[in-house]
C-alpha cells in the first residue's frame, strides 16, 4: 500500500510537471508585451540604420526573428498624444488636447467612458498591467486651499482604464513630482524638493519622494517589469504588459556600466541602456518558456529629440534621424517615423520586413484581431489590423487608407500611398523652418511631397500636382468630420477640430 501511494505520488508529480512544460494550444492566444521608448531616433537603430554608429543588439534581435517596419509613424510627434493613440486606438486631435502635452498637474487625458486597449483584453480574460512612465494626466485629490495632494488616492488613472495593476512615473522623467505609483498611490512616505539640473541631465525643480532617484528610475521599472512576466508566465490567463520607458529622454542618464560604451555622447549611452532593457525582457521570455507565443513590439513615441544634441553625435557620424527631415516635434519624418520591430515566434516569419504605412494607433485593431474579433463603432476609430502583415500574407492593397501625421503644435498631414501632404508651411514644430518664421518667409500654405522619390521632403511640389492637393485635402476634411478614418457609423471629436492652424 505504501509503494501504491509513493508511486501515485511520483505520477501526479511528473504528470504536474508535464502539464506546467507542455506548449500552449495553437489557438491560445498570446501574451502581449508593448514596450515604448521615449523620444529614441528610428537612425538609432542598427537594424535600421546601416551607418548606424549606435549598436543595439538586443533591438536588432527582434528583426532577426520577427518583423521590422521601414515605415512605421507614431500619430503624433511629441509624447502625450502619442500615448493616448497607443492605448485608445484613436488620434489624439480628436480630444481636448489639440498640441502639445499634458503637464505636472493635467487632468486625465483619457476619459473615463473611453475603451482602451487595456480594457479591451481585460475584458476578455487578459490580466493587464502597465509599468513605466504615464504621461496622460491623472486626478489628483485637492486640499482645502486647491493644490494637489499627492498623498491621496488618484483618480482617472492606469487602473480605472483596464490595467490590474500599474507601477511608474507620472510623466516624463524631467516634469515634476518625482514619485513612483503602485496603482493609485505614491510609494514615498516622505516629500522633499529637489533642484533642476541642465544639460543633458535636465530636469525640472519640484517635489520629490523619498525613494526616488532619477538615476534609478529606468533599472527599477525594467526589474519591476521582469518580475512581472516571471510572476505571470505560468498563469492560466494571458497577460498584457504596456511597458512605457522614461528613456532615452532627458534626463539623460545612463549608469556607470553604459557610460562610455557607444563612444559617442551620453544620449548613445543613454540608447545601449534602453536596448539592455530589451534584452532583458527577451531573456525574461525565454528563461520562463514563453517566448513562442508571446506578442512583443518595440518602438518609439516619436522622433529623437534635440536633446541628444544633433551637432555632437554628428561629430561621430551618427543620425538618430537617419535620412528623414527634423526630428521630434516635427510634422517633417523625423518627428513621427519610428522604429517598429514585432516578434511574435508561433506567427511572425523570422527576419521579415514591412514596408507598409503603419501606425502606432493600429495595436487596439490588430489585438482585436489576433482573438478573432471585431471592435464596436467607438473602440478604435483610427486602428487598423496589422495581423495579415504579421503574418506574411501578400496583400493585394495597403492595410491602411491613409495615415494623420500631427505635430507639436497642431499642424496635421496625411500620408496615402507616396504622397504626404502637410497643412502648414514649415516644421510645425522645432526645426527649421519653425512655425514663425515660416509665416515670415511667406512660405506656400501646403506642402506636398513624393516619399518614393523624396525622402528628405526637399521639394514641395503643391503647385505642380493640385489635384493631389485636393484629393488629399478631401480625405482629411472628411476623416474630421466623421469623427473616424476606419470605416464605420460616423463618431463626434470630444471638441471642434480645425485643420488650419
Known amino acids: 500500500m505504501q509503494k501504491l501511494s509513493i508511486l501515485f505520488v511520483l505520477f501526479s508529480s511528473l504528470l504536474l510537471m508535464s502539464c506546467e512544460n507542455e506548449p500552449a494550444a495553437e489557438n491560445d492566444p498570446p501574451n502581449i508585451i508593448y514596450i515604448l521608448a521615449d523620444d529614441l531616433g528610428y537612425g538609432d537603430i542598427s537594424a535600421l540604420n546601416e551607418n548606424s554608429k549606435l549598436q543595439t543588439p538586443h533591438i536588432d534581435a527582434m528583426a532577426t526573428n520577427g518583423m521590422a517596419f521601414t515605415d512605421a509613424h507614431s500619430n503624433s510627434a511629441v509624447c502625450t498624444p502619442t500615448r493616448y493613440g497607443i492605448l485608445t486606438g484613436r488620434y489624439a486631435w480628436r480630444s481636448s488636447l489639440k498640441n502639445g502635452v499634458s503637464w505636472s498637474w493635467s487632468e486625465p487625458l483619457i476619459q473615463p467612458e473611453r475603451p482602451t486597449v487595456a480594457s479591451y483584453l481585460q475584458a476578455r480574460d487578459y490580466q493587464t498591467a502597465c509599468i513605466g512612465k504615464w504621461h496622460l494626466g491623472l486626478g489628483w485629490a485637492k486640499d482645502t486651499s486647491g493644490m494637489a495632494d499627492i498623498t491621496q488616492p488618484i483618480k482617472g ?30 510609494t514615498a512616505t516622505s516629500i522633499d524638493t529637489v533642484e533642476a539640473e541642465t544639460g543633458k541631465r535636465f530636469w525640472r525643480r519640484g517635489p520629490v519622494g523619498n525613494d526616488f532617484k532619477h538615476e534609478e528610475v529606468l533599472p527599477k521599472l525594467t526589474e519591476k517589469a521582469v518580475e512581472y512576466i516571471s510572476g505571470h508566465a505560468q498563469d492560466d490567463q494571458p497577460f498584457f504588459l504596456y511597458f512605457p520607458l522614461p528613456a532615452p529622454h532627458t534626463p539623460i542618464l545612463p549608469t556607470s556600466a553604459f557610460q562610455g560604451k557607444s563612444k559617442t555622447n551620453a544620449y548613445g549611452d543613454f540608447v545601449l541602456m534602453v536596448d539592455d532593457v530589451v534584452g532583458q525582457v527577451r531573456r525574461a521570455l525565454e528563461a520562463n518558456g514563453i517566448a513562442e507565443n508571446t506578442l512583443v513590439i518595440f518602438t518609439s513615441d516619436n522622433g529623437c529629440s534635440p536633446m541628444a544634441d544633433f551637432e555632437e553625435l554628428a561629430t561621430f557620424d551618427h543620425n538618430p534621424s537617419y535620412v528623414f527631415r527634423g ?30 504605412t503603419v501606425c502606432l494607433t493600429d495595436l487596439m485593431a490588430t489585438a482585436a484581431a489576433i482573438l478573432q474579433d471585431s471592435l464596436s463603432a467607438g473602440e478604435g476609430e483610427d486602428s487598423y489590423n496589422l495581423l495579415p502583415l504579421l503574418e506574411g500574407q501578400t496583400l493585394s492593397a495597403p492595410v491602411r487608407e491613409a495615415t494623420v501625421h500631427h505635430s507639436i503644435n497642431g499642424s496635421f498631414s496625411i500620408r496615402q500611398g507616396k504622397w504626404k501632404l502637410a497643412f502648414c508651411p514649415g516644421s510645425g514644430g522645432w526645426s527649421a523652418p519653425r512655425p514663425q518664421e515660416a509665416e515670415k518667409m511667406e512660405l506656400p500654405p501646403v506642402q506636398l ?30 476623416y474630421i468630420a466623421e469623427g473616424r478614418s476606419t470605416p464605420g457609423a460616423a463618431q463626434k471629436n470630444d471638441t471642434e477640430t480645425l485643420l488650419y492652424r
Request: net charge negative; proline share 8%.
Open 449 to 478: 511631397f513624393d516619399m518614393e522619390s523624396d525622402l528628405a521632403e526637399a521639394n514641395n511640389l503643391s503647385e505642380q500636382h493640385p489635384e493631389i492637393v485636393s484629393r488629399l485635402t478631401a480625405l482629411m476634411e472628411r
Open 157 to 186: 488613472g492606469p487602473v480605472h482604464l483596464g490595467f490590474d495593476y500599474f507601477y511608474g512615473i507620472t510623466a516624463s522623467l524631467d516634469i515634476p513630482p518625482y514619485v513612483y505609483i503602485e496603482n493609485d498611490r505614491i
Open 327 to 356: 526630428h521630434k516635434a516635427d510634422i517633417f519624418e523625423g518627428g513621427h517615423r519610428v522604429p517598429f520591430l514585432v516578434q511574435w515566434p508561433r506567427t511572425i516569419p523570422q527576419g521579415s520586413v514591412s514596408d507598409e
